[in-house]
């Protein structure tokens, strides 16, 4: 597949090179010819149409020629001599072959046709004023010139008839000659016409091109449609070859689709097939990638069935999360549900009857062999390197659901409270999940779906993402997202006015949600990064939008996922728009919750926890859960390496040391993004035993924050003294602290 591989550009303009190409559009490219038309002023037409003229004329001559010769040839003088001038029937018997009667006729001519050329021309150049005067009533470009045509033809078969006419004798006669040629003028202007839209359905060429298909190379490039806009109906055996050569040739397949969307309307039916068989090349060459799949929609009698999507889209999530995953065993999982929906995917192709679906089975079976290849070298490298048992843990991204379900502990206390809100507000707060960075917000919201019920449609929008930060590119992708959930395509109007815009997006949510049978949740993931990049931007505006929309419906919730209370985002304030927030805060796991994370992730997990090795783990990660799945993930590793089954401290204290080399993430988010200047001198008070200064309201509200987010906790009883108040809940967090925050400092001078 070359990518460089493109249709002629010449094939979209709609101006013409020459007048000759022009007069050519006449019979091969209305379209053109029409859009052509749009672009010129009322001036350029009439003088555009004269050029044209010339060519006009130039058959006109060629017919002149031709109607003379066929005199000659059939030797009319002689036939019908009451026609004819004295001169002509006394000196016609004396001219002997075909060839000295036509030079005989030529002379003759010249002495007469010159005055009836010169009326000929004036009144057709009189008749393409009229007609060009009556563009104003929408006769178009394409008729006039069409009109001019067959006009030409009566005038150019008069103009050659005329010059031999009797001018001398029975007068009744001459009349009836005039009439007699006039005649036979307008038949065969009359036949031309009928002949024209004859062949405007270009139905003379479906048997040449039936019979060229077996012997002439088929193509892209080389076809019917790139020559003539007036084929109404498909050519036999020519679309299959143009499909054909488009699964293979997918870039020039996409030009030509264009180039039929934009000027071959009766081949719509054959644009949307190649669509089709154009995203089926997409799949075909580029094997297990999310990012150049393609959901058809909209492609009328070809559209795909609504299962057949409703799959490809399942496709598409699955592969952007097998692509990000790290873990080799996780890798594997998600691959196998590739393989799973790539195998429904062509059961559907198999019973699906159009033409198309072949296309696609290529392409579905191309994948399946590439990930069955793929499947086997990971499960052999997994076997290589984690003989004791899988590594299941996830250190660096969210849980996603599906194949890693098991991983994903607790929470059942906030979806109770989550259901509880909505289902018995009678107007449903802006909901608020908090909690600090790395410990499950993500996975939490990944996993809403699926917790909630079917009584709810999730649609996250990670506020991190490039697309996100400017409003109208988030409003757009919040249009994608809902269009693909709710299964409808409609657009939103997007506006330079961020209200008008607003109140489009507003309409779209209303029109679209209010009859639905669950509730739409539109997550924003990270919502500082809204705040920053969207609410600072357009200061008051859309919160006063947001809550004046909550306000009114109960639909469609909004829910925000971040670090910080509503109560630390100003400028504008959050917490005055919304005093009624409702706050989920997501904390680290209990102790429970973390033992069955380490000691039974998963029903084929092959290590073995004493209570006091577990306890130790849970010691060091006090439930943080991303520091746990690390630590445990460390602790699998040195069991692979080691062969060793059973987990003991020594491993435990191995697996500790490397986390920060694994995932220092939460660490650094902490100290760099969390902390200013007066939480960390509480922290390094803390670190180094000294009693936290409290003498400002600074200092006060820093140790404040610390507490309330859960970084550090009051110590009471035998634990405290007179300088020692407060610790890091976290050790690994103390461990980093001590051994690293200097490190990080130093980076961001």
């Given at each position: 597949?070359?990518?460089?591989?493109?249709?002629?550009?010449?094939?979209?303009?709609?101006?013409?090179?020459?007048?000759?190409?022009?007069?050519?559009?006449?019979?091969?490219?209305?379209?053109?010819?029409?859009?052509?038309?749009?672009?010129?002023?009322?001036?350029?037409?009439?003088?555009?149409?004269?050029?044209?003229?010339?060519?006009?004329?130039?058959?006109?001559?060629?017919?002149?020629?031709?109607?003379?010769?066929?005199?000659?040839?059939?030797?009319?003088?002689?036939?019908?001599?009451?026609?004819?001038?004295?001169?002509?029937?006394?000196?016609?018997?004396?001219?002997?072959?075909?060839?000295?009667?036509?030079?005989?006729?030529?002379?003759?001519?010249?002495?007469?046709?010159?005055?009836?050329?010169?009326?000929?021309?004036?009144?057709?150049?009189?008749?393409?004023?009229?007609?060009?005067?009556?563009?104003?009533?929408?006769?178009?470009?394409?008729?006039?010139?069409?009109?001019?045509?067959?006009?030409?033809?009566?005038?150019?078969?008069?103009?050659?008839?005329?010059?031999?006419?009797?001018?001398?004798?029975?007068?009744?006669?001459?009349?009836?000659?005039?009439?007699?040629?006039?005649?036979?003028?307008?038949?065969?202007?009359?036949?031309?016409?009928?002949?024209?839209?004859?062949?405007?359905?270009?139905?003379?060429?479906?048997?040449?091109?039936?019979?060229?298909?077996?012997?002439?190379?088929?193509?892209?490039?080389?076809?019917?449609?790139?020559?003539?806009?007036?084929?109404?109906?498909?050519?036999?055996?020519?679309?299959?070859?143009?499909?054909?050569?488009?699964?293979?040739?997918?870039?020039?397949?996409?030009?030509?689709?264009?180039?039929?969307?934009?000027?071959?309307?009766?081949?719509?039916?054959?644009?949307?097939?190649?669509?089709?068989?154009?995203?089926?090349?997409?799949?075909?060459?580029?094997?297990?990638?999310?990012?150049?799949?393609?959901?058809?929609?909209?492609?009328?009698?070809?559209?795909?069935?609504?299962?057949?999507?409703?799959?490809?889209?399942?496709?598409?999530?699955?592969?952007?999360?097998?692509?990000?995953?790290?873990?080799?065993?996780?890798?594997?999982?998600?691959?196998?549900?590739?393989?799973?929906?790539?195998?429904?995917?062509?059961?559907?192709?198999?019973?699906?009857?159009?033409?198309?679906?072949?296309?696609?089975?290529?392409?579905?079976?191309?994948?399946?062999?590439?990930?069955?290849?793929?499947?086997?070298?990971?499960?052999?490298?997994?076997?290589?390197?984690?003989?004791?048992?899988?590594?299941?843990?996830?250190?660096?991204?969210?849980?996603?659901?599906?194949?890693?379900?098991?991983?994903?502990?607790?929470?059942?206390?906030?979806?109770?409270?989550?259901?509880?809100?909505?289902?018995?507000?009678?107007?449903?707060?802006?909901?608020?999940?908090?909690?600090?960075?790395?410990?499950?917000?993500?996975?939490?919201?990944?996993?809403?779906?699926?917790?909630?019920?079917?009584?709810?449609?999730?649609?996250?929008?990670?506020?991190?993402?490039?697309?996100?930060?400017?409003?109208?590119?988030?409003?757009?992708?919040i249009n994608q997202k809902l269009n693909e959930k709710l299964g409808i395509d409609e657009t939103i109007e997007i506006n330079d006015n961020t209200l008008y815009t607003w109140?489009?997006?507003?309409?779209?949510?209303?029109?679209?949600?209010?009859e639905l049978n669950y509730k739409i949740i539109i997550a924003f993931d990270e919502y500082e990064a809204f705040h920053k990049n969207i609410v600072k931007k357009h200061k008051d505006d859309i919160l006063a939008n947001m809550r004046s929309f909550i306000q009114s419906q109960n639909q469609v919730?909004?829910?925000?996922?971040?670090?910080?209370?509503?109560?630390?985002?100003?400028?504008?304030?959050?917490?005055?728009?919304?005093?009624?927030?409702?706050?989920?805060?997501?904390?680290?796991?209990?102790?429970?919750?973390?033992?069955?994370?380490?000691?039974?992730?998963?029903?084929?997990?092959?290590?073995?926890?004493?209570?006091?090795?577990?306890?130790?783990?849970?010691?060091?990660?006090?439930?943080?859960?991303?520091?746990?799945?690390?630590?445990?993930?460390?602790?699998?590793?040195?069991?692979?390496?080691?062969?060793?089954?059973?987990?003991?401290?020594?491993?435990?204290?191995?697996?500790?040391?490397?986390?920060?080399?694994?995932?220092?993430?939460?660490?650094?988010?902490?100290?760099?993004?969390?902390?200013?200047?007066?939480?960390?001198?509480?922290?390094?008070?803390?670190?180094?035993?000294?009693?936290?200064?409290?003498?400002?309201?600074?200092?006060?509200?820093?140790?404040?924050?610390?507490?309330?987010?859960?970084?550090?906790?009051?110590?009471?009883?035998?634990?405290?003294?007179?300088?020692?108040?407060?610790?890091?809940?976290?050790?690994?967090?103390?461990?980093?602290?001590?051994?690293?925050?200097?490190?990080?400092?130093?980076?961001?001078?």
């Amino acid at each position: 597949m070359v990518q460089e591989d493109r249709l002629d550009p010449h094939y979209f303009s709609t101006t013409p090179r020459s007048s000759w190409e022009l007069f050519k559009w006449i019979f091969t490219e209305p379209i053109k010819l029409d859009k052509f038309d749009d672009s010129l002023s009322r001036i350029d037409s009439f003088f555009l149409s004269f050029k044209t003229y010339i060519w006009i004329f130039l058959f006109s001559f060629i017919l002149f020629t031709v109607s003379t010769f066929l005199i000659a040839f059939f030797d009319i003088p002689n036939l019908y001599f009451w026609f004819f001038n004295n001169e002509i029937q006394n000196s016609w018997e004396n001219h002997i072959s075909i060839y000295d009667k036509f030079l005989f006729l030529l002379e003759m001519e010249k002495k007469t046709m010159n005055i009836y050329m010169l009326i000929y021309l004036f009144i057709l150049f009189i008749i393409s004023y009229i007609l060009q005067f009556a563009k104003s009533v929408y006769l178009g470009t394409n008729f006039i010139l069409v009109l001019l045509f067959s006009l030409s033809i009566i005038f150019g078969y008069i103009s050659s008839s005329i010059s031999f006419i009797n001018f001398v004798g029975n007068y009744d006669v001459h009349i009836l000659s005039i009439i007699f040629n006039y005649m036979i003028g307008f038949i065969i202007s009359i036949f031309f016409l009928l002949f024209y839209y004859f062949i405007f359905l270009k139905l003379y060429f479906y048997i040449y091109y039936f019979v060229s298909n077996f012997f002439v190379n088929i193509n892209l490039r080389n076809n019917l449609y790139l020559n003539s806009g007036y084929i109404s109906f498909s050519i036999l055996h020519l679309e299959k070859k143009i499909a054909d050569d488009s699964f293979f040739r997918p870039y020039l397949s996409a030009d030509f689709m264009f180039f039929l969307f934009e000027f071959r309307p009766y081949q719509r039916k054959l644009a949307f097939y190649l669509a089709n068989t154009f995203h089926a090349s997409i799949l075909y060459h580029y094997t297990l990638s999310s990012d150049y799949i393609e959901i058809p929609k909209n492609y009328e009698k070809n559209q795909p069935t609504e299962n057949f999507t409703n799959t490809l889209k399942i496709l598409k999530d699955e592969l952007e999360k097998y692509q990000i995953q790290t873990n080799i065993h996780n890798k594997v999982a998600s691959l196998k549900e590739v393989i799973k929906i790539l195998k429904n995917l062509e059961q559907q192709m198999l019973i699906e009857k159009r033409g198309w679906s072949e296309y696609y089975l290529k392409a579905i079976r191309a994948n399946l062999n590439e990930a069955n290849a793929r499947l086997e070298n990971l499960e052999l490298e997994a076997k290589k390197h984690e003989p004791i048992t899988a590594n299941i843990y996830e250190t660096g991204n969210p849980l996603s659901p599906n194949y890693q379900n098991q991983l994903f502990k607790g929470r059942k206390d906030l979806i109770d409270r989550l259901s509880n809100i909505i289902y018995t507000s009678q107007q449903i707060p802006l909901l608020l999940i908090q909690g600090q960075r790395r410990v499950g917000k993500t996975s939490l919201i990944n996993y809403l779906e699926q917790l909630l019920g079917s009584g709810f449609k999730i649609v996250k929008i990670d506020m991190q993402s490039p697309s996100n930060k400017e409003f109208n590119l988030l409003i757009q992708n919040i249009n994608q997202k809902l269009n693909e959930k709710l299964g409808i395509d409609e657009t939103i109007e997007i506006n330079d006015n961020t209200l008008y815009t607003w109140i489009a997006f507003e309409n779209y949510l209303i029109k679209y949600t209010k009859e639905l049978n669950y509730k739409i949740i539109i997550a924003f993931d990270e919502y500082e990064a809204f705040h920053k990049n969207i609410v600072k931007k357009h200061k008051d505006d859309i919160l006063a939008n947001m809550r004046s929309f909550i306000q009114s419906q109960n639909q469609v919730i909004f829910l925000f996922a971040g670090m910080l209370r509503i109560s630390d985002l100003t400028s504008p304030n959050w917490d005055e728009y919304f005093p009624q927030a409702q706050r989920l805060k997501v904390d680290y796991l209990s102790k429970e919750e973390s033992y069955e994370l380490i000691t039974h992730p998963v029903d084929d997990f092959n290590l073995v926890y004493s209570d006091d090795v577990a306890d130790e783990v849970y010691r060091w990660t006090m439930g943080h859960p991303q520091l746990l799945q690390t630590i445990c993930s460390n602790i699998v590793t040195i069991a692979n390496q080691t062969n060793q089954k059973r987990v003991n401290k020594e491993m435990v204290e191995k697996a500790k040391d490397e986390v920060f080399e694994v995932n220092e993430m939460p660490m650094t988010i902490f100290w760099r993004e969390f902390c200013g200047d007066a939480e960390r001198e509480v922290i390094e008070q803390i670190l180094a035993n000294q009693t936290i200064t409290q003498e400002s309201k600074e200092q006060r509200r820093a140790l404040a924050r610390l507490v309330d987010y859960g970084f550090i906790m009051r110590l009471f009883g035998a634990e405290a003294s007179d300088s020692v108040q407060y610790r890091i809940f976290v050790p690994l967090f103390k461990k980093w602290l001590i051994e690293r925050r200097d490190l990080i400092e130093i980076g961001n001078n």
